[in-house]
């Protein structure tokens, strides 16, 4: 009688699948390689065979030049995909543009590499598709109840009051650059704002992408100081990767309001130890309770749990009578939200 773990074992490489011979988000180069999305901790360069979504692969081929693999292939929603006797399908996963969940069935099991994964409305993102399975793996990047994120509109509508009370101050707002600089970019959007936004650098091609996938994200421009005075930027929006706000690029804007989008904002702690003065909790990962409640709407016969607070959800899994561990994969980042 097969197990689960014939199908689906941890290894230091990644997650392994012995009879399709493939890794899921291996850390390290492998032959074949199947990628949820493509944030860094996830999909890495050097694998010989990488199996994605077309949106993530495009993300790949952006992030470390079009020769990140030897063979690339692009696997469309729900499309099942043969891989020796295994299975394989991609499903929308909420996290970023073109994340996915990744289903894999043989001898008649089904376990589902869930990746990351968020279930609020994002227009910047495909929307989260429970699949049913007998074993989910969950990611518990904010596995622990005191995790309950706001509602993302509000935490814009906060950054546009900001704005508002003090018109003579920029406003940085830290964001990392796959996903959530586009998202917040779209939550400011969606509350009306409607001048043009500034970007570092390092987002322009990503920005450029989402807005190529029909993602419209506004008016955007370079924040730099060669076409105007340092006073220009009064009252401006300016959106970058958090590595950029501590080095001097950041002093070129007057008297800054110090802004980071992130679910760990939630932490005082972090807020005041990176210097933000307006956090903003906007997360692209689920909440202690949106974990719990896919975890009852899927209601698998196991489930394991990886990258983040694991112990707190095997241990809510094993009092709701479920069968739970943790998978203690490594390499995977809980800081890129």
Known sequence: MARFEDLLRPTREGLYCPP?????????????ALVTH????????????????????????LRYGEDFASERQAAGWGEAIRIGDVAVSFHPAGHVLGSAQ???EWGGMRIVASGDYKRRADPTAEAFEPVPCDVFITEATFGLPVFRHPPAREEARKLLASTRRFPERAHLVGAYALGKAQRMIRLIRDEGYDEPIYIHGALKRLCDFYQSEG???????PATLERGAKADFAGAIVVGPPSAFADKWARRFPDPVSCFASGWMRVRQRARQRGVELPLIVSDHCDWDELVETIVEIAPQEVWVTHGREEALVRWCTLK???????????????SD
């Open 215 to 221: 993602i419209d994200l506004g008016e955007l421009r």
């Open 20 to 32: 399709g011979d493939f890794y899921i988000d291996p850390v390290l180069p492998v032959g074949r």
């Open 38 to 61: 493509g944030h860094a901790d996830h999909a890495r360069p050097g694998n010989g065979r990488v199996l994605a979504t077309r949106r993530t692969l495009d993300i790949m081929a």
């Open 321 to 335: 009578n479920l069968r739970a561990r943790p998978l203690h994969l490594v390499g995977y980042e809980d800081e």
């Open 102 to 104: 990744i289903a894999v």
